[in-house]
């Protein structure tokens, strides 16, 4: 490829990031939303780290690809991460239907003059919507 083509087309990527970036995104559910949310944001920081690495090679014209998986690197993790921030219980009941998932550990902090650790983790098992 040639080089002012390659940039071209990675201005036109960082452009089409920063465009759909001011869009809201827009879904039925708000768990969905927020992980849409947080895979666009894991691009944007994805694509970032990856133009970072670039700069530390010694032919950065020959390494631009660094972009795209870092861009694809940053979109998994986001969406990991808004996965683990929607998901709470294990099992959930909703108008007769049971749905099961993944649930959250969250670490809390207790005071407690027995205890040698005052980090609890808690995992929410059941969730019943009424």
Known sequence: ???????????MIVISATILSAIPASAVDQALQETLQ??????????LVGGATVAFTKKPA?????FGVGAGCGAIG??????????RTLAEIEDGTIKFAMPTIVP???DSPTASNNVALSVGLLRITY
Request: charged share 20%; hydrophobic share 50%; aromatic share 6%.
């Open 62 to 66: 020959k390494h631009l690809v660094n």
């Open 38 to 47: 947080d895979a666009l944001y894991g691009v944007m920081i994805g694509t």
């Open 78 to 87: 986001g969406t990991i991460f808004g996965l683990a921030k929607a998901v």
């Open 1 to 11: 490829m040639k080089a002012p083509k390659t940039r071209k087309i990675v201005s």
């Open 108 to 110: 809390e902090v207790v």
